[in-house]
């Protein structure tokens, strides 16, 4: 009887890992593109630089870069475990909602470069 349990609960197991991990690679991959948009504002517009700003861009596009290669979609191993469809909508969610998250984190980006009221920096005497 608990080898029937452990079963039944397999597919909604799986499920709710693949939404957690379609949660991670959504959440880093706007961490990472965010952080290039504003690396590129402290850059480009203020002309300025900040060790600590490069350091977390750099710990963001990391963590993205490993949440990527390291497989957080669902894979083929876990689509034979659990319902084919099921996963396979799971991965192709994963795919839009990071790639609405770089959207995101662009229309923001742009908002900021639009909005920057930045003084005039040659005048400092």
Same mark, same amino acid.
């Given at each position: 009887n608990n080898n029937n349990n452990d079963n039944d609960n397999t597919v909604p197991t799986i499920i709710t890992? +693949?939404?957690?991990r379609i949660f991670l690679l959504a959440t880093t991959t706007l961490m990472a593109s965010f952080s290039v948009y504003l690396v590129s504002l402290i850059l480009g517009v203020l002309h300025a630089t900040c060790a600590f700003c490069f350091a977390s861009a750099g710990c963001s596009? +990391?963590?993205a870069t490993l949440t990527w290669a390291g497989g957080a979609l669902p894979s083929s191993d876990e689509i034979a475990a659990g319902d084919a469809t099921a996963l396979v909508e799971w991965r192709k969610k994963g795919v839009a909602l990071s790639a609405s998250s770089v959207g995101a984190a662009t229309a923001v980006a742009l908002g900021l470069f639009l909005g920057a009221d930045v003084p005039d920096n040659r005048d400092f005497s």
């Open positions: 890992d +693949a939404q957690n596009i +990391a963590l």
